[in-house]
């Protein structure tokens, strides 16, 4: 956590500079730009003070350690169908619906329970019994 910690304290002062600089080349007159990246810097802050505290309460991780190995972070990635074609019904219903919001809503009604179809057929592939699919 800590190297997160570091990550999100570094953004602080670069967004401040960032704010600074675009204070100085809008004149003072785009408002909504200065305070955006101003909210950012802070917010990035308040993630980065909420990491650090974490991080003391916790045993370090292999990459918060000097002596920590690649091996020691190797896991369990969870299991993966080798043979599903729920993923492919899922990326072309929801190229479908993400097209009809630019062609027209008509579309987004037709393949928004496509999607949905695809969703609960790829999370219920290896349910049996009453629950299946």
Do not use: H, N
Request: aromatic share 18%; net charge negative; charged share 15%.
């Amino acid at each position: 956590m800590k190297s997160e910690a570091r990550l999100f304290g570094f953004l602080v002062p670069f967004c401040i500079m960032a704010a600074m600089a675009y204070t100085y080349f809008t004149g003072g007159k785009e408002w909504v730009g200065i305070v955006g990246i101003t909210l950012v810097a802070a917010l990035s802050g308040f993630i980065a003070f909420y990491l650090w505290l974490v991080s003391r309460k916790l045993d370090p991780r292999p990459e918060d350690r000097l002596d920590g190995e690649i091996a020691e972070q190797a896991g369990d990635y969870g299991f993966f169908s080798p043979y599903s074609w729920w993923p492919l019904w899922l990326g072309l219903s929801c190229a479908a619906l993400f097209l009809g919001v630019a062609i027209g809503w008509w579309m987004v009604i037709i393949s928004a329970p496509l999607v949905a179809l695809a969703t609960v057929g790829w999370t219920f592939e290896y349910f049996r019994g009453e629950k299946a699919v």
